[in-house]
């Protein structure tokens, strides 16, 4: 049985920065896309980053330039945000499934 582990989330200071990193226990075959979510209160969850088998990273626009995502699913949040609360998800995709970990709540303050 396959469990995501997120951890890293906190609360810090507008400007700050945080290390989301992902633990993956048993076997995922076949990933084809890696990366995080987060939703904020009444908001749906949205797409942070996202990483492809071919190489390709998004990001999405309110985080360009402020986050990185490495090949571990480390996502590097720097230069956070108020707008950046919410909780974050760690997501990896294969051809058959989506597995979701539990979430980490990141909190900003201005």
């Known amino acids: 049985q396959v469990h995501l582990v997120e951890s890293g989330g906190g609360s810090v200071q507008a400007g700050g920065s945080l290390r989301l990193s992902c633990e993956v226990s048993?076997?995922?075959?076949?990933?084809?896309?890696r990366g995080w979510y987060r939703q904020g209160d009444g908001k749906e969850r949205e797409s942070v980053a996202t990483?492809?088998n071919s190489g390709t990273t998004n990001y999405a626009d309110s985080v360009k330039g402020r986050f990185t995502l490495s090949r571990d699913n480390v996502l590097q949040m720097n230069n956070l945000k108020p707008e950046d609360t919410g909780v974050y998800y760690c997501?990896?995709?294969?051809?058959?499934?989506?597995?979701w970990g539990q979430g980490t709540q990141v909190t900003v303050s201005s």
């Open positions: 997501m990896i995709r294969n051809g058959w499934n989506i597995y």
């Open positions: 048993g076997r995922i075959l076949s990933v084809n896309l």
């Open positions: 990483l492809a």
